[in-house]
Nanobody, 117 residues
Framework: QVQLVESGGGLVQPGGSLRLSCAASGIIFDIYKTGWYRQAPGKQRELVATISPGSSTKYTDSVQGRFTISRDRDNAKNTVYPQMNSLKPADTAVYYC?????????WGQGTQVTVSS
């Protein structure tokens, strides 16, 4: 059974930092392109960042320079992280982990990130 389990969301003040985690099980992690999407209230889900099996990264313009995505395949952790710095109220959303290979996509359940003073 495939599972993507997110953690690390919460409330943070503007300018603060958060590190989300997504632990994958049930898939051959190394062959999947993994990453994060987010969905704010009343808005469509949007791509935040992705990392390929070869560690190429891609970011949406609004987080470029503030977010860093990375993968940890050591010790079978199979985890993908976004380090999110200089957070803004506009970053408030539910963040979803995803894994993609060919025509197969898996999603996590989502974790809430709220940026507010």
């Amino acid at each position: 059974q495939v599972q993507l389990v997110e953690s690390g969301g919460g409330l943070v003040q503007p300018g603060g930092s958060l590190r989300l985690s997504c632990a994958a099980s049930g898939i051959i992690f190394d062959i999947y392109k993994t990453g994060w999407y987010r969905q704010a209230p009343g808005k469509q889900r949007e791509l935040v960042a992705t990392i390929s099996p070869g560690s190429s990264t891609k970011y949406t313009d609004s987080v470029q320079g503030r977010f860093t995505i990375s993968r940890d395949r050591d010790n079978a952790k199979n985890t993908v992280y976004p380090q999110m710095n200089s957070l803004k109220p506009a970053d408030t959303a539910v963040y979803y982990c995803h894994a993609l290979h060919g025509g197969t996509v898996y999603w996590g359940q989502g974790t809430q990130v709220t940026v507010s003073s």
